[in-house]
């Protein structure tokens, strides 16, 4: 799990992305940001059948934020949205994943 924080006074729109959709499952993977606020970000990834080498996370993630318009809701989020262009204010960063083992019941 990681921490999104929106330090700013306005709501923000965010949207993550990761370099392989069909082992991952990030949560939430948009949604709106309140002022001065905090949203955990948390990802699972598909069970293994060995550990990596070094247990090093090859995955990528990448957030995506912008100053959310007035009266927007999450049903109304899109890609499009966070398209670069100009006269938008755009924030990108990368979230670092590392393996946390899950032991089973014996």
Same mark, same amino acid.
């Given at each position: 799990?990681?921490?999104? /924080?929106?330090?700013?006074?306005?709501?923000?729109?965010?949207?993550?992305?990761? #370099?392989?959709?069909?082992?991952?499952?990030?949560?939430? !993977?948009?949604?709106?940001?309140?002022?001065? $606020?905090?949203? !955990?970000?948390?990802?699972?990834?598909?069970?293994? @059948?060995?550990?990596?080498? $070094?247990?090093?996370?090859?995955?990528?993630?990448?957030?995506?934020?912008?100053?959310?318009? @007035?009266? /927007? #809701?999450? @049903? @109304?989020? #899109? #890609?499009?949205?966070?398209?670069?262009?100009? !006269?938008?204010?755009?924030?990108?960063?990368?979230?670092?994943?590392?393996? /946390?083992?899950?032991?089973?019941? $014996?």
């Amino acid at each position: 799990m990681d921490t999104v /924080i929106a330090k700013i006074e306005h709501a923000l729109d965010i949207q993550t992305q990761t #370099t392989k959709p069909k082992e991952c499952t990030v949560n939430p !993977n948009k949604g709106i940001i309140l002022p001065i $606020s905090v949203c !955990n970000v948390t990802v699972k990834i598909e069970k293994q @059948n060995k550990a990596p080498p $070094s247990m090093e996370c090859k995955y990528k993630f990448r957030v995506h934020a912008l100053v959310a318009p @007035n009266g /927007i #809701t999450e @049903n @109304n989020i #899109t #890609t499009r949205m966070f398209d670069k262009e100009e !006269n938008k204010v755009l924030d990108e960063f990368t979230l670092r994943a590392v393996y /946390i083992p899950v032991l089973e019941d $014996s």
